[in-house]
C-alpha cells in the first residue's frame, strides 16, 4: 500500500498556565510548553474538539498530571519534527503567577485531503469512570463498512512504549465491521474478556488515574504493531491520509483500589 506524503510547515506557537500553591513553576512552564505545541499543531490540523477531551481529574492533587496527559493527547493530530526560538517567561504577580511559552514549530500535519464526513463512526464505553478490575466493553457504529483497531494509551507506564493495541488481537481478529458492533465482538467474547485495572507504581496519593482508548477505523486493512511509543503511533497514523481514516478518542478515570 503507498500512502501520501505529509506536509511539514513552520507556524509559531503560544501557551500560557498560572502556578502555585498546587502547582509549581516548573510544572506550570511544562504545561504551558505542551499548550504551546498543541497551538502549532492546531494552525496546521485545524481545532478538532470533544467532550471527552474537556475530563480532568476530580482529585485537586492530581490535576497537573492529568491536564499535562490531557494536553498531550491533544496533540495526536500532527508532529513536531523541530523548535527553534523557544522563549520562556515567567511573570510572578501577586495573586497571578504564570508562566508563558512561546516558539515556533516545524509542525507536519496529516497527509491526503480533509476527513471524509460520510466515514465515520461512533463510540461509546460502558463507563467513564472504572473501578479496579472492572470490565471494559467498547461499542462502535460506523457509518460505512470500515477495518477497526484499537489502542489504549497508559501515560503513567514507566517504558517508553505507552500506547498497545487491544484490539484485534489474538482471541479476536476479525475486525471489520459492517455495522454496530461490541468489543469484545460476539464471537471474541466467549474466549476472553477485558478489565482495567489502577496503574501499578503510581503516586500513593492519587486515589484517580486517567487513561485513554482511540478508535481508528480505515477503508483499507491496515497492520499495525502490538505496541508503540506515543510519538511512533502519531507518525504511522500520519501515513494514512485523512479521507481514509477515522479516530475516536476517549478518556475515562480509574479508581485506586482500597
Not at 504545561?31 to 467532550?51: C, F, H, N, P
Not at 497527509?111 to 472492572?134: A, K, Q
Not at 488481537?169 to 455495522?179: V, W
Amino acid at each position: 500500500m503507498v500512502f501520501g506524503s505529509a506536509s511539514a510547515e513552520w507556524v509559531e506557537g503560544k501557551g500560557e498556565w498560572i502556578f502555585g500553591p498546587d502547582i509549581s513553576e516548573n510544572e506550570a512552564c511544562e504545561l504551558a510548553l505542551q499548550k504551546a505545541r498543541k497551538d502549532a499543531i492546531r494552525k496546521v490540523t485545524g481545532e478538532r474538539l470533544s467532550s471527552e477531551e474537556q475530563l480532568i481529574c476530580k482529585e485537586h492533587q492530581d490535576a497537573a498530571d492529568c491536564d499535562l496527559n490531557r494536553l498531550t493527547w491533544s496533540t495526536m493530530d500532527g508532529v513536531i519534527q523541530d523548535i527553534r526560538n523557544k522563549k520562556r517567561n515567567v511573570v510572578r504577580k501577586p495573586g497571578f503567577p504564570k508562566c508563558t511559552i512561546s516558539l515556533e514549530a516545524d509542525v507536519e500535519g496529516p497527509s491526503g485531503e480533509g476527513p471524509d464526513p460520510g466515514f465515520d463512526m461512533t463510540v461509546r464505553l460502558n463507563r467513564t469512570t472504572f473501578r479496579h478490575g472492572e470490565p471494559l466493553v467498547i461499542s462502535v457504529e460506523p457509518t460505512q463498512p470500515m477495518f477497526i483497531s484499537v489502542f489504549q494509551w497508559l501515560p503513567y507506564e514507566k517504558s517508553e512504549r505507552q500506547v498497545w493495541r487491544i484490539f484485534p488481537n489474538e482471541y479476536d481478529k476479525a475486525n471489520r465491521f459492517l455495522g454496530p458492533e461490541n468489543i469484545p465482538t460476539r464471537k471474541g467474547s466467549a474466549k476472553y474478556s477485558m478489565w482495567i485495572g489502577f496503574p501499578e507504581g503510581l503516586d500513593g496519593k492519587k486515589k484517580l488515574a486517567d487513561e485513554y482508548l482511540m478508535v481508528i477505523g480505515t477503508r483499507k486493512p491496515i497492520t499495525f504493531k502490538q505496541t508503540y511509543s506515543f510519538d511512533e503511533l502519531k507518525g504511522r497514523l500520519l501515513e494514512i491520509p485523512r479521507q481514509d481514516r477515522r479516530e475516536v478518542r476517549k478518556l475515562y478515570n480509574v479508581v485506586r483500589p482500597e
